[in-house]
C-alpha cells in the first residue's frame, strides 16, 4: 500500500480542521513527511520546538517565539539555522502569533513549508501528530463485517455465506452501526489497539445475498455508519451439528485469541444453526465481554457461588 506522506496532502486534509494558512510559495509541495517511528529513532514526528530531538514537524507558538526575541543576535541566528538543517519537514506556527521574518526567509529559501494557525500548539500537535500516526501504523486488511456494537467494535468472521452480512443488517436495524463489510482495514495505532475503518471505495455500503447491494447510510441514516472503532472482539460463524455443539465448553463457551499485527483479540466461535437469533446472541457476546473488561467474569462468579452453596449444605 502507497503511503501519500506529503506534506500538501496533510495541508489539504487538515486545512479546515485546524484553519491552516499556507505562507509563501509552495514549493515544498511535494516534500514527504518522513517516518521515524522506529525504535532507535533520533528524530520524532510532531512536537513543540525542540532542536535536541528535533521533530520532523516542528510547532511554534507564543512560548517558542517569546524564547526567539529573547535571544541574542548570534544564538538566534544559530537557533535558525539548526531548525532549517534539512531534518524539519514542516513549521506550523500556532496561537496566531506573527511569523518572524527570519523564519520566513529562510523558509521561501530551503522549500521548507510553512503553515500558520490561529488554534492552540497543543491543539495542533495533539492533531497531527494523531494523523500521522494512523498514517504510517502497520496495517492488514481481515475479511469480514466490522460493526459497532453497544460501542464495542466487533468484528464478524466466518465462511462464504455463513449469514454475515444478514447478521450485520439486522443488528443495523435494531440501532448497532456498520464500519465496514467485507474488506475492513485495521491499524496498530499503539501497543495493544487496533483501529478499523473501512476502505473508501466501500463506504456505506453492504452486500447481502439475495438483496445486492445495499446503501446503508441512505436506508437507515447517517446514525447507521461509524467512521473507524477500536477492535476488541471477533465474533466467528461456524455451522455445527447438534453433535459438535454439546461440545462446546457450557461455562466458558467458546473462546480463543487471535493475534492480529502483533495484537491479542479475544475471539468467540459463535454456533450457526436453525433456530438460533444471531443477532441477540451477538448482542449478548458484546454487552458480556464489556462486563469481563470491567473485570465481571459470569462464568467465576457462578463457579463461586456453586462453591459456596456445596460448603453450606
Known amino acids: 500500500m502507497t503511503i501519500d506522506a506529503s506534506v500538501g496532502t496533510l495541508f489539504e486534509t487538515l486545512q479546515n480542521k485546524l484553519g491552516l494558512q499556507w505562507l509563501g510559495s509552495k514549493l515544498g509541495e511535494s516534500r514527504a513527511i518522513q517516518n521515524t517511528q522506529t525504535e532507535n529513532a533520533d528524530t520524532a514526528l510532531v512536537g513543540h520546538l525542540n532542536l535536541i530531538h528535533p521533530n520532523q514537524v516542528q510547532v511554534l507558538g507564543k512560548t517558542e517565539i517569546r524564547y526567539l526575541e529573547r535571544l541574542s543576535k548570534n544564538s538566534r541566528h544559530d537557533l535558525i539555522d539548526q531548525l532549517f538543517d534539512g531534518t524539519t519537514d514542516l513549521i506550523v506556527v500556532g496561537d496566531q502569533q506573527e511569523v518572524p521574518g527570519d523564519i520566513k526567509q529562510r523558509s521561501e529559501a530551503s522549500s521548507t513549508p510553512l503553515f500558520t494557525s490561529d488554534q492552540s500548539t497543543i491543539q495542533l ?106 477492535l476488541r472482539l471477533i465474533l466467528k460463524l461456524a455451522p455445527m451439528t447438534e453433535e459438535q455443539m454439546h461440545k462446546i465448553d457450557r461455562l466458558h463457551g467458546s473462546r480463543a485469541t487471535q493475534t492480529i499485527l502483533g495484537v491479542d483479540i479475544p475471539e468467540i466461535t459463535l454456533p450457526v444453526a436453525p433456530g438460533r437469533n444471531l443477532a441477540v446472541l451477538a448482542e449478548a457476546a458484546a454487552r458480556n465481554h464489556t462486563l469481563l473488561l470491567k473485570g465481571l467474569d459470569s462464568s467465576r462468579l457462578f463457579m463461586e457461588r456453586q462453591a459456596r452453596f456445596m460448603d453450606n449444605s
Open 125 to 230: 500537535v495533539n492533531y497531527l501528530q494523531y494523523y500521522l500516526t494512523n498514517l504510517f501504523a502497520e496495517k492488514i486488511t481481515l475479511h469480514g463485517v466490522f460493526m459497532e456494537v453497544f460501542s464495542l467494535g466487533l468484528l464478524i468472521t466466518g465462511d462464504p455465506s455463513v449469514g454475515k452480512s444478514e447478521l450485520a443488517l439486522e443488528l443495523v436495524a435494531r440501532g448497532h452501526r456498520l464500519v465496514a463489510d467485507d474488506a475492513p482495514v485495521f491499524a496498530r495505532t499503539s501497543p495493544d489497539t487496533l483501529s478499523g475503518r473501512c476502505p473508501d471505495v466501500l463506504r456505506d455500503f453492504l452486500e447481502v445475498r439475495g438483496l445486492g447491494i445495499l446503501n446503508i447510510r441512505a436506508m437507515f441514516g447517517d446514525s447507521a455508519i461509524k467512521q473507524n472503532r477500536n
